[in-house]
């Protein structure tokens, strides 16, 4: 496999030009956010019993599958009822047959305890696929609840039109390292997400564009 690949990571292998996504200027792609959520995953590998970073992918599939008994299945190995925290990327792709389509990420972060999603963009805008994906979630998970989408007016905003992907790793990486600090037995609020995010900007995104990029070279020099 890694002949095939510029870097492997944990059974998810990464092109050249899929490396070439995290140089400035770029637009990251599902494979490159696949693949940081596992790392980040791993980092926080002692607390994997309570949070879940959904593949971009299988996040997607709950916007465009309406079988919920398919999708249970599907989701059964990961335990979705058992966790606190259910991470979730959202596209705004609408074409189920158009690979690698759309043009914004956001991120989705339900929370158990409180049975609320927040929505972070970093455009302050709302991707529409995003109500979709909450409802089917529900279902999943058996939740007959009315829907409670958080949208948070505090997560910093991108100063161009290509960081949104960077963006929702940094909100995904910034929120487990908050969590992981409180061994999860603190649940987030306006207060907690304000201090999560304070350091967060867009000179901190393009820090970790190289971050990235080194991250790939140190792995690909271990040959994981």
Known sequence: MQDKYYVVYDNIGLTKNDVSNFDEGCYVNDLNISFYFRYIHNKNIQYEDKFCLLDPAMSQTLYYEDDIE?????????????????????????????QGGGSHWALLVYQKENNVFFYLDSMGSYIKTATKICKTMLKILDIKIEL?????????????????????????????????????????????????????DQSKVKDMRLDLKRLVDELRSKKI
């Open 148 to 200: 409670n989408i958080v949208k948070l007016s505090n997560a910093k905003l991108q100063e161009n039109y290509c960081d949104c992907g960077v963006f929702l790793l940094s909100y995904a990486e910034f929120m487990l390292e908050k969590l992981n600090q409180n061994k999860f037995s603190v649940p987030f609020d306006d207060k907690l997400l304000i201090e999560t995010f304070k350091g967060l």
């Open 70 to 98: 398919c999708l249970k299945m599907c989701l059964e190995c990961l335990k979705l009822n058992e966790k606190q925290y259910i991470f979730l990327p959202v596209n705004d792709n609408t074409d189920k047959f158009k």
